[in-house]
């Protein structure tokens, strides 16, 4: 059994972060980077809200630049995932799917949140070009342009609000007949002379050269006044929620009702004593890669506080 003083699971800005700043605290981390390493950021393409690179980034390079810096500060970072975490009792019992089984002084958990997507082959086909999960990462790009937002709930209405701040024209693509955001959303976005609001429509594809042109839509499915009909579009966003990649453990650590890990007020703290949650997984709220970083940054500081505490640094 191999004994660490942190370890942390997930890859992405938070983990990534975290692991920089717990080297640099002589924390001697290990970090498995999970079956997405990079974490969300790498499902976009050019970064550019990111603080420092003046001219915006690659996703992938700006991931595999933090996955370098931590190593050169002296990180144990390792491909695969974490597939059991006994948080039962300190130190904690972790082991990979290789079988091996570490005893950590303390967890940092980064292992972040999945977009849900409506399940489309063009979704896949389209990702990056014309296809995202986040108009405040992507929304730049379709200044002065058209675009779609799928959902009726507040993300929905909150991206298309913000998108309609720099989009020609924003359509809200609605499978009900009615939205599900409070009230308040739902008259910010029936006001907005450039939103369109589409109730009872499915998107049942999307179509395009050299990316996104447009959507194939079904208004009334299944009824008898059902419709086909398409629209012109440059960009797809999907606002149908995130799902936090908590399924490990559940049943250990408080978590929220989407399954979001709750943590202490101004802190990365969970419910179990030297376990930290850092990045989306513990962020229905903001989902940037910056925050997630600051988190991950957080995380690693209270993890070496704790154990400075416990006379196990």
Known sequence: MEKVKTLIIGSGPAGYTA???????NLQPVLYRGIQP????????????????????????????????????????????????????????CEDERGNVIEASTVIIATGASA????LPDEEKY?????????????????????????????????????????????????????????????????????????????????????????????????????????AIDGFFLAIGHTPNTELFKGQLELDQQGFIITKPRSTATN?????????VADPIYRQGVVAAGTGAMAAIEAERFLQDKGEK
């Open 127 to 231: 990702r990056g070009q014309g296809v995202s999960a986040c108009a405040t990462c992507d929304g730049f790009f379709y200044r002065k342009r058209t675009v779609a937002v799928v959902g009726g709930g507040d993300t929905a209405c909150e991206e298309a609000m913000y998108l309609s701040g720099l989009a020609k024209k924003v359509y809200m693509i609605v499978r009900k007949p009615f939205l599900r955001a409070a009230e308040i959303m739902q008259k910010r976005v029936m006001e907005q002379e450039n939103i369109e609001i589409l109730f009872n429509t499915n998107t049942v594809g999307l179509f395009g050269e050299q990316g996104v042109e447009g959507a194939h839509l079904v208004r009334n499915k299944g009824e008898q006044n059902e419709e086909n009909y398409d629209i």
């Open 38 to 93: 990079g974490g969300q950021l790498t499902t976009t393409t050019i970064i550019e809200n990111f603080p420092g690179f003046k001219d915006g980034i690659d996703a992938n390079q700006l991931m595999m630049e933090m996955n370098q810096q931590a190593v050169n500060v002296g990180a144990d970072v390792r491909d695969g995932a974490i597939v059991k975490a006994d948080l039962s009792k300190r130190p904690f019992i």
């Open 116 to 119: 849900k997507y409506l399940g």
């Open 19 to 25: 692991a920089i700043y717990a080297s640099r605290s």
């Open 272 to 280: 179990i004593e030297g376990v930290y949650a850092a990045g989306d």
